[in-house]
């Protein structure tokens, strides 16, 4: 079984302060990490995932994510909020064997001018 | 295109009707999945397919729904008889390479 916690339901931060959302995971055996964003009335739009290999990873819109296998966590950061990057955020997971994504309930993200 | 496309956008139907979803994946592209948003359930996982054949249908929530795929490429996600707990955004996405890239979605909304 897979499934993914995403503690905060709502993130609030000021423009140009950093932006963490977080997310942890559960998987049997090891995991595939991916972040997602939504914009009202569009479709998921990929960031970022995480594989294999260095556990910092590097997406769009200046997005990054750190991988921690101890602490099952995959936390999404960018160091300068902008107010576009006001959206819903999904984290899912999928085991290295399975094919299908199990997401996260969402958190939302406001930034304030 | 550029991407993933769904049709129709919108479908707004009545309660008992049937409804057919559209995916139009990236050509070339095998594997094919479909997923379902909707408020209380979040996002869901219902069928997978790679190329014509589909070996995980866990996700679909009862007989009434039903997909396939054609040539390798088009899929479509049939609903008969829908309820009105069918209201939902149906997203379908494929995978290049490691990552499921989403369409925009169908918005169904069952008066």
């Known amino acids: 079984a897979q499934s993914v916690a995403q503690p905060e339901d709502q993130v609030n931060v000021a423009e140009g302060n950093p932006l963490t959302v977080k997310c942890t995971y559960s998987?049997?055996?090891?995991?595939?990490l991916f972040w997602y964003v939504q914009y009202p009335n569009r479709g998921l739009q990929f960031l970022l995932k995480?594989?294999?290999?260095?556990?910092l990873v590097k997406g769009s819109y200046g997005f990054e994510a750190e991988f921690n296998k101890s602490q099952t966590s995959f936390h999404l950061k960018k160091p300068s909020a902008l107010v576009s990057d006001s959206a819903l955020y999904f984290c899912?997971?999928?085991?290295?064997?399975?094919?299908?994504?199990?997401f996260g309930a969402g958190t939302t993200v406001t930034v304030r001018a | 295109g550029a991407g993933v496309s769904q049709s129709p956008s919108n479908k707004v139907t009545e309660k008992g009707k049937d409804v057919e979803l559209r995916c139009d994946p990236i050509s070339g592209h095998t594997a094919l999945y479909w997923y379902r948003q909707s408020l209380g359930q979040g996002l869901e996982f219902l069928i997978y397919?790679?190329?014509?054949?589909?070996?995980?249908k866990s996700g679909l929530p009862s007989d009434r729904f039903s997909a396939e795929r054609t040539g390798g490429s088009v899929s479509t996600l049939t609903i008969q008889r829908t309820q009105q707990e069918d209201s939902a955004v149906y997203l379908c996405?494929?995978?290049?390479?490691?990552?499921?890239?989403f369409g925009p979605g169908t918005r169904l909304t069952v008066l």
């Open positions: 998987v049997s055996g090891n995991p595939y």
């Open positions: 996405a494929d995978e290049p390479y490691n990552e499921q890239f």
């Open positions: 397919f790679q190329g014509n054949s589909a070996p995980d």
């Open positions: 899912a997971v999928r085991d290295i064997y399975d094919y299908k994504l199990s």
């Open positions: 995480y594989i294999t290999g260095d556990n």
